[in-house]
């Protein structure tokens, strides 16, 4: 008798114990708890430069990038509070120019930059514009057999100052932090076997109320971002798409298969792509950061990322 309840138990207990082993985090070290690889801030050189430890015994996954800024985060305060490892730069005088703060407990990442620092009067439309972005290798999604692909967070704005006001100009300036995944063609039987392109998701950008509403493909600039970005409207992955107000919390859950196929209709509409399916490509890696293309100060906490197929 209690060995056929307990064979029944584990026959009712098999569905979610294989669930689980599905829903692998595809995210390398999601809780940041391995630290970080810098890059020069010189875009021209493009090299790394030093490493920020978390976990001194840990080989960094993430890599920290820093484009076109006066300062380098390796040139850092370093500060350990309770569970929270902070990497601090003062740009002139006393002002923070730029920090990184994780907590490797709660999976929290922290990113401020604070471009009144970088700036000297006001960013012209020829001037390279300050970033700060960290990435990372995922595990490898083949979309050929997705039924799904799921990506949860949660966010807070923890600050934004805005140091420009009337002077400032849409077309020109502006504050975005975005996370975006590359995605490559695997297919040896496509056109578009070996190209590459990044969907992006903004979660901040001081222009909107909240993240863009409408969808939007950029052509690249750069190679390592492939043939485009794509972003699709915020209405798809934030509720209402508002701007949530300082230390509230945004937590969203969202199947990017849908998404992904979409950014791959309006790259063929767009002909930057001959025609494709979302089977052909598959998941490499993951970025996110700032882009502050205009004198804003601010800063965004991410916690509980979380990719998975199904």
């Not at 990044?198 to 390592?224: I, K, T």
Request: one cysteine or more; glycine letters at 6%; hydrophobic letters at 40%.
């Amino acid at each position: 008798m209690k060995r056929s309840l307990l064979l029944s138990v584990a026959f009712l207990m098999f569905p979610l114990i294989s669930g689980a082993q599905q829903a692998k985090n595809a995210i390398h070290d999601p809780f940041f708890a391995r630290g970080f690889n810098v890059v020069c801030p010189d875009p021209a050189v493009d090299t790394l430069c030093g490493v920020l430890l978390v976990d001194s015994t840990a080989t960094p996954v993430w890599t920290v990038r820093q484009y076109n800024s006066k300062f380098n985060i390796v040139n850092n305060r370093f500060e350990n509070i309770g569970n929270r490892y902070n990497f601090r730069v003062s740009g002139n005088g006393n002002m923070l120019a730029k920090s990184l703060s994780v907590n490797p407990v709660k999976g929290a990442l922290t990113m401020e930059c604070n471009a009144s620092a970088e700036y000297k009067g006001i960013r012209r439309l020829d001037q390279p514009w300050v970033s700060m972005t960290a990435d990372a290798p995922t595990d490898t999604i083949s979309l050929s057999n997705c039924q799904g692909l799921r990506l949860s967070l949660a966010y807070r704005v923890l600050s934004y100052e805005d140091c420009m006001g009337f002077l400032a100009d849409k077309e020109i300036h502006s504050a975005t932090y975005r996370i975006a995944f590359l995605l490559r063609n695997v297919n040896r039987e496509s056109l578009s076997y070996g190209k590459q392109f990044r969907l992006g998701l903004v979660l901040f950008d001081n222009r909107y109320m909240g993240a863009p509403c409408h969808a939007n493909l950029e052509r690249s600039s750069s190679p390592h971002s492939g043939e485009f970005t794509y972003y699709p409207k915020s209405a798809m992955y934030i509720h209402n798409a508002k701007l949530p107000k300082v230390k509230q919390i945004v937590e969203f859950n969202v199947d990017l298969l849908p998404i992904v196929k979409e950014a791959l209709g309006a790259a063929v509409a767009d002909n930057l792509l001959p025609d494709t399916v979302e089977g052909d490509w598959e998941i490499v890696s993951c970025d996110m950061g700032w882009e502050m293309k205009g004198t804003y100060n601010a800063s965004i906490q991410v916690k509980k990322l979380h990719l998975t197929a199904h």
